[in-house]
């Protein structure tokens, strides 16, 4: 599967906006979903992620109850809406798919991801 993350941009401090990651090839709906983040100097981070169906996610605590992670399997598509963003959310954001079965526990580290998008930069500005 070939994916393709968009949506970044500079915002204040307090703003939103919402990513987007849209899919090619393989049957979308056989992929769980994550988004990562790496800021400048760091490693790259788990953000959130989504079951095959999108009944379940998951979340890294420094954005529950900002982000929010959903997909739509009939557009090949993910989205991440990210509302009350502060300037440590600065970082050029990944999206990943894994292959999973319908029952399989979300996956929250970089290695258990076997693809990955191209980022888009996100910039918050304080």
């Known amino acids: 599967v070939q994916l393709q993350a968009s949506g970044g941009g500079l915002v204040q401090a307090g703003g939103s906006l919402r990513l987007s990651c849209a899919a090619s090839g393989r049957s979308f709906n056989m992929f769980m979903m994550g988004w990562f983040r790496q800021a400048p100097g760091k490693e790259r981070e788990f953000v959130a992620a989504?079951?095959?169906?999108?009944?379940?996610?998951s979340y890294v605590d420094s954005v529950k109850g900002r982000f929010t992670i959903s997909r739509d399997n009939d557009k090949r598509s993910m989205y991440l809406q990210m509302n009350s963003l502060k300037p440590e959310d600065t970082a050029v954001y990944y999206c990943?798919?894994?292959?999973?079965?319908?029952?399989?526990?979300?996956?929250?580290?970089?290695?258990?991801?076997?693809?990955w998008g191209q980022g888009t930069q996100v910039t918050v500005s304080s």
């Open positions: 989504i079951s095959r169906g999108g009944g379940s996610t």
């Open positions: 990943a798919a894994k292959r999973a079965i319908m029952t399989a526990p979300l996956a929250s580290h970089p290695e258990e991801y076997d693809y």
